[in-house]
């Protein structure tokens, strides 16, 4: 269980981007953080990948404080997805898989490369192991970065608005293959995009200008997200409003 208690993080230049936020991830599923652009949410999940170290409270996974994690620890424990997806445009699709394998968790190559050949053939992409980011689709490059992330095996898995780059319909088969992967990898996904999390997710946190506004059924969560206007919500997928 991911436990975060009394979480503080203020920018540099004064901006407070999580007051006070506390939320526990029971492993297993699909779990949303959803709020409106600046509510807080690429912040939190920097925090809890431990990019961003916040100024006070705590965050714990599976009992174990991060701050107190090693570098192998702490991958084995939450991956990242970042937005952009960080593929190295100079390396192939395999090539991106097994680099942090191999420099990260000493695997040999050849097993590094057979891994990422069964996740690419798994993830339905085994076409494209050498192809180059430049030359493939946003949703092929959306499964390749998903595929790296696993690679690692961590516990948890945390993607930022993975469907930012995807059109509605993409979106949406999207979401279906996520749900049809049975990892032993739990998924916390960032998102704005309420049909998105709709499709995938079972419960939510909801962000409000840096607060837990709500947390738990994702409905319950997604009936107050859309209660808070629809017209400035950024790119927001569901329609109709
Ligand atoms: N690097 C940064 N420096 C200063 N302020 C930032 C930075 N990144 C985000 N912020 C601010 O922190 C708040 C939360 O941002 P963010 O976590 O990115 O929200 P979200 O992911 O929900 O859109 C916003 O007010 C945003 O402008
Ligand atoms: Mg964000």
Redesign the pocket.
């Known amino acids: 269980m991911i436990r975060v208690e009394n979480v503080h993080f203020t ?3 004064g ?1 407070k ?1 999580l007051d006070n936020v506390s939320m526990t991830v029971e492993p297993g599923g699909i779990r949303a953080i959803l ?10 999940l ?1 925090c809890l990948s431990r990019f961003l170290e916040p100024q006070s409270g705590s965050i714990s996974i599976d009992g174990r404080g991060l701050v107190s994690l090693d570098e192998v620890e702490l991958r084995q424990s939450v991956g990242t997805v970042f937005q952009n997806l960080h593929l190295f445009p100079h390396l192939t699709v395999l090539e991106n898989l097994t680099l942090a394998p191999v420099r990260v968790l000493e695997v040999p190559e050849n097993k590094a490369k057979e891994q990422a050949r069964d996740a690419l053939e798994r993830f339905g992409i085994g076409g494209l192991a050498d192809a180059y980011p430049a030359s493939i689709s946003g949703g092929q490059a959306q499964r390749a970065a998903i595929a790296r992330g696993l690679l690692l095996e961590p516990r948890y898995l945390l993607l ?1 608005e993975p469907t930012s780059a995807l059109d509605v319909q993409t979106s949406r088969e999207f979401a279906q293959w996520l749900r049809t992967l049975r990892e032993a990898t739990t998924f916390i996904i ?1 998102t ?1 995009d309420i049909a998105f999390a709709r499709d995938v997710a079972s419960s939510g946190v909801l ?1 409000k200008d ?1 607060r837990v506004a709500t947390e738990g059924a994702l409905e319950t969560a997604v009936l107050e997200l859309e209660g808070e206007g629809a017209e400035d919500r950024e790119g927001d997928r569901a329609g109709g409003g």
């Open positions: 920018y540099p230049g901006t981007a709020g409106r652009s600046g509510s807080g949410k690429t912040t939190l920097m930022d960032v704005h962000l840096g």
